[in-house]
C-alpha cells in the first residue's frame, strides 16, 4: 500500500489549506478501509486528528481541530481530504496519512505570521 500526501505548506493564522492523500496498491478496494490523518509537532508524539470510516458516513476529531477541520474521502479517486480551517500556530506540524497498516511520508504545515 502506498499512500502520497501533498498540499502542506506555509499560511498565515486564520488561513485554510487542504491536505489530499492519495492512495494505491490496496489487497482489497481502498473503500475497504477506514482511514486517518495524523500529526507530529517537533518535540510531541504523533497523535490522531481526524478519522474517516470506510464508506465516509462517520468522522471523528481531536478536540483540538473539531469545527476547524473536516475530512471527507472519494472512494472513486482512491483519496482522502483534510480541510483545515482558521489555522493556529499550535497546529504547525508534519500530518501523516494512515489506512490499512500502512503511512504516508508526510507533509509540512506551517502556520506563522
Known amino acids: 500500500v502506498e499512500l502520497v500526501e501533498s498540499g502542506g505548506g506555509l499560511v498565515q493564522p486564520g488561513g485554510s489549506l487542504r491536505l489530499s492523500c492519495a492512495a494505491s496498491?490496496?489487497?482489497?478496494?481502498?473503500?475497504?478501509?477506514?482511514m486517518s490523518w495524523y500529526r507530529q509537532a517537533p518535540g510531541k508524539e504523533r497523535e490522531l486528528v481526524a478519522g474517516i470510516s470506510s464508506a465516509g458516513g462517520r468522522t471523528n476529531y481531536a478536540d483540538a481541530v473539531k469545527g476547524r477541520f473536516t475530512i471527507s474521502r472519494d472512494n472513486a479517486k482512491n483519496t482522502v481530504y483534510l480541510q483545515m480551517n482558521n489555522l493556529k500556530p499550535e497546529d504547525t506540524a508534519v500530518y501523516y496519512c494512515n489506512g490499512a497498516g500502512s503511512w504516508g511520508q508526510g507533509t509540512q504545515v506551517t502556520v506563522s505570521s
Open positions: 496498491g490496496f489487497t482489497l478496494t481502498f473503500r475497504s478501509y477506514a
